[in-house]
């Protein structure tokens, strides 16, 4: 059966509040519930992230519901002003998520340096268990608000990528972005033990204050390279966007495990790259064309990329990335049974 989702085009993005009152995606939020809105704060410089205006809403209807919601987005691994809360919190009240704005706090999810995480089993092709922020975890339910447009790695980036890799932990996001373990160089360790004490699968000790790694005991999660002050554990950048779709499907799947959500993607300032990228690099390609909604992440992503495509007038996506295929974490979500590619739109 067609799944349904909402549309609200871009010249009535005023009307947010009556469109998301009518579309009932918020059945799920109930009172009392601790109530994760997951949303990109925008890296410096970026001007694609969801403004704080829209998430008012949200936040709105959240409150007549009597439920607590929150702001949240967990750190990333790379250096930037959104790689530790201290810096996070800093950055998303510059872009104006503050109280005053959007009617509740933010909370960064996953702590000061990106570590306080959740465990979650998933038992799938390239995860047997998910590192989740632990704040994401914790929550009773969700909404997901999502800014759709194209994505360096994964083609483009939308709900799904917005649940699986922005809920990761810092070592979840390293997982999904890595398959092989660090390499270490030795020479630059100045012996202070700190990564010994983050390594789970205990694969590091000491030998005359010089780090050691056993492989065969390596997960390769990353937690030492975000330990480690001193540049000795190194990656391979270079995992194909197939595994890395994948993987942040997998993620997904551990976020959403017996919790409900609801996805919103705004498809405006529809750009190259992600939100992690500065306005110079990162104007949009195209006018920009709505608000989807639906209880559904899936149908989500797909009736987005659907309508940026019929709107653009070729595959968008392709053109600015010929070699990535970005239908994989659809056609994978599917069969993970994260939610249904076939839709039915329904225009307010
Ligand atoms: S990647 Fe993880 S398991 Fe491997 S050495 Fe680093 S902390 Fe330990
Ligand atoms: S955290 Fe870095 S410097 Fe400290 S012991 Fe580990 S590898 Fe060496």
């Known amino acids: ?3 349904k989702v909402y549309f609200l085009s871009w010249s009535k993005k005023d009307k947010l509040y009556d469109f998301l009152k009518a579309t009932r995606i918020f059945n799920h939020v109930k009172a009392r519930n601790f109530l ?3 949303i990109h704060f925008g890296e410096e410089g970026n001007k694609g992230y969801i403004k704080p205006e829209y998430v008012s809403s949200v936040v709105k209807i959240a409150k007549e519901k009597t439920a607590f919601p929150f702001l949240t987005d967990a750190s990333t691994i790379y ?3 959104r790689s530790d809360a201290y810096h996070h919190h800093l950055i998303a009240n510059k872009h104006g998520f503050t109280i005053e704005k959007c009617g509740c706090p933010v909370i960064i999810a996953d702590g000061l340096r990106g570590d306080v995480e959740s465990e979650v089993k998933v038992n799938l092709k390239h995860f047997k268990t998910v590192m989740i922020a632990q704040g994401i975890y914790s929550a009773d339910s969700f909404i997901f608000m999502s800014h759709f447009k194209g994505h360096e790695i994964t083609g483009f980036g939308g709900a799904l990528k917005n649940i699986g890799m922005g809920c990761g932990s810092k070592a979840g996001k390293y997982a999904m972005h890595h398959s092989s373990k660090p390499t270490v160089n030795p020479h630059c360790c100045m012996g202070c033990g700190e990564c010994v004490k983050h390594c789970y699968q205990k694969a590091l000790f000491l030998v005359d204050k010089k780090i050691v790694m056993n492989e ?9 390279l975000v330990s480690c002050a001193f540049e000795v554990f190194s990656l391979k950048w270079n995992e194909s966007s197939l595994s890395v779709q994948e993987k942040i499907v997998e993620y997904a799947v551990g976020v959403l ?3 409900k959500g609801s996805y919103i993607n705004f498809l405006n300032h529809i750009s190259k790259y992600c939100d992690c990228f500065s306005l110079s690099r990162n ?3 195209m006018e920009d064309i709505g608000i989807v909604a639906s209880v559904d992440p899936v149908a989500a992503d797909q009736a987005s990329y659907d309508l940026v495509n019929k ?3 070729k595959d968008l996506f392709k053109e600015l990335y010929p070699k990535i295929d970005s239908t994989i974490q659809l056609e994978y979500a599917e069969s993970l049974g994260l939610g249904n590619r076939n839709y039915k739109l329904i225009s307010y």
Do not use: D, S, T
Not at 216 to 224: L, M, R, S, V
């Open 1 to 3: 059966m067609a799944e």
């Open 36 to 38: 994760a809105i997951k």
């Open 79 to 81: 250096v930037g002003r």
């Open 216 to 224: 065969k005991k390596c997960a390769g999660c990353g937690q030492c």
């Open 257 to 259: 495990k017996n919790k």
């Open 283 to 285: 104007n949009p390609l």
């Open 311 to 313: 709107i653009f007038g």
